[in-house]
């Protein structure tokens, strides 16, 4: 398992960008306070705009393929389209010097999804964006020293996740999500399954959901990944975390989130999995409550970047 605390030189001139997030928040602080987390044998290019981020002792650069081996420089792209928001505009060139093979990695900072839907884009965050730019489904997962977490369903309100929970979709995103951990980070996992009822449904009586369509997924999944059974919600991360190469499958957003936050909300870092190009991004918001306030953590973003550079092949 690759550790983010750590640094992990890589051969050749790997470039990960990183954008600025909300300008509102604490994105661009908690940018400037990671400057330095990467190795030398990668380079770190911020992307965003210098009227919201002093590139004090950056080099500013017109083309990002001029960025040098192992340094850090800054792309002054702009703020983007009048009445836009700028924190997508950097995002959406992000992607798009990935795309054009330019950067290996993306490091995201927070964004205002609000604000993003209130500009007019279709989109609830980074992920939406991701899916309609490389026309694929990318998997919210969840990585830390302690624990692992994967999302069956993340940006969608709580009443339709019952819908969704159906045993072919089950194994299909749980081979996915094999796929591409084995893939991204070179090792086997055993995957533990949250209940998604009290007790795990308490045999029926407390719903019906984990009889007829979590246990029969799980048992298919038997014969095609390591599988380390079902566990109550209350159980399952207690139990996640003394066991190595563990993954909890969490069925909705904050059922894996406030666990993993309470418990990883410095050293926890976002991985996009199911993309043509690394990405991660800490597990914080924009935070504007103290934003401009020089107080921000830059612990999840500093762990971004390393885990980052550390999942490049």
């Given at each position: 398992?690759?550790?983010?605390?750590?640094?992990?030189?890589?051969?050749?001139?790997?470039?990960?960008v990183v954008t600025l997030g909300d300008p509102q928040g604490i994105g661009p602080e908690v940018v400037a306070k990671s400057l330095d987390a990467h190795s030398p044998a990668a380079a770190l290019l911020v992307v965003g705009s210098r009227r919201h981020f002093p590139a004090s002792g950056l080099r500013?650069?017109?083309?990002?393929?001029?960025?040098?081996?192992?340094?850090?420089?800054?792309?002054?792209?702009?703020?983007?389209?009048?009445?836009?928001?700028?924190?997508?505009?950097?995002?959406?060139?992000?992607?798009?010097?990935?795309?054009?093979?330019?950067?290996?990695?993306?490091?995201?900072?927070?964004?205002?999804?609000?604000?993003?839907?209130?500009?007019?884009?279709?989109?609830?965050?980074?992920?939406?964006?991701?899916?309609?730019?490389?026309?694929?489904?990318?998997?919210?997962?969840?990585?830390?020293?302690?624990?692992?977490?994967?999302?069956?369903?993340?940006?969608?309100?709580?009443?339709?996740?019952?819908?969704?929970?159906?045993?072919?979709?089950?194994?299909?995103?749980?081979?996915r999500l094999d796929d591409e951990l084995r893939r991204q980070f070179g090792q086997e996992f055993v995957y533990l399954f949250s209940g998604l009822n009290p007790h795990a449904g308490e045999k029926g009586r407390l719903g019906s959901e984990e009889i007829e369509r979590i246990l029969p997924a799980i048992?298919?999944?038997?014969?095609?990944?390591?599988?380390?059974?079902?566990?109550?919600?209350?159980?399952?991360?207690?139990?996640?975390?003394?066991?190595?190469?563990?993954?909890?499958?969490?069925?909705?957003?904050?059922?894996?989130?406030?666990?993993?936050?309470?418990?990883?909300?410095?050293?926890?870092?976002?991985?996009?999995?199911?993309?043509?190009?690394?990405?991660?991004?800490?597990?914080?918001?924009?935070?504007?409550?103290?934003?401009?306030?020089?107080?921000?953590?830059?612990?999840?973003?500093?762990?971004?970047?390393?885990?980052?550079?550390?999942?490049?092949?």
């Amino acid at each position: 398992m690759p550790n983010p605390n750590a640094k992990n030189p890589q051969p050749g001139n790997k470039v990960i960008v990183v954008t600025l997030g909300d300008p509102q928040g604490i994105g661009p602080e908690v940018v400037a306070k990671s400057l330095d987390a990467h190795s030398p044998a990668a380079a770190l290019l911020v992307v965003g705009s210098r009227r919201h981020f002093p590139a004090s002792g950056l080099r500013l650069l017109d083309d990002a393929g001029a960025i040098g081996a192992g340094e850090t420089a800054f792309l002054d792209v702009g703020d983007g389209p009048a009445g836009g928001d700028p924190s997508f505009h950097w995002v959406r060139s992000a992607v798009e010097l990935a795309l054009q093979g330019k950067a290996q990695a993306l490091v995201t900072g927070p964004v205002d999804k609000d604000r993003w839907l209130t500009a007019g884009l279709p989109y609830r965050g980074h992920t939406d964006f991701f899916a309609a730019a490389v026309a694929a489904a990318p998997l919210m997962f969840f990585w830390s020293p302690g624990m692992r977490v994967a999302l069956f369903t993340h940006h969608i309100p709580l009443r339709e996740v019952f819908a969704r929970l159906e045993r072919g979709a089950i194994t299909a995103f749980v081979c996915r999500l094999d796929d591409e951990l084995r893939r991204q980070f070179g090792q086997e996992f055993v995957y533990l399954f949250s209940g998604l009822n009290p007790h795990a449904g308490e045999k029926g009586r407390l719903g019906s959901e984990e009889i007829e369509r979590i246990l029969p997924a799980i048992a298919e999944l038997g014969g095609k990944v390591r599988v380390a059974g079902l566990y109550p919600p209350d159980v399952v991360f207690v139990k996640a975390r003394s066991l190595k190469g563990a993954v909890v499958v969490a069925w909705s957003h904050d059922q894996g989130l406030i666990p993993f936050k309470l418990l990883h909300g410095t050293d926890g870092v976002q991985v996009t999995l199911g993309l043509p190009f690394v990405r991660t991004s800490p597990v914080h918001g924009t935070a504007r409550d103290i934003a401009g306030q020089g107080v921000a953590d830059p612990s999840s973003m500093r762990a971004a970047i390393r885990l980052a550079e550390s999942l490049l092949s």
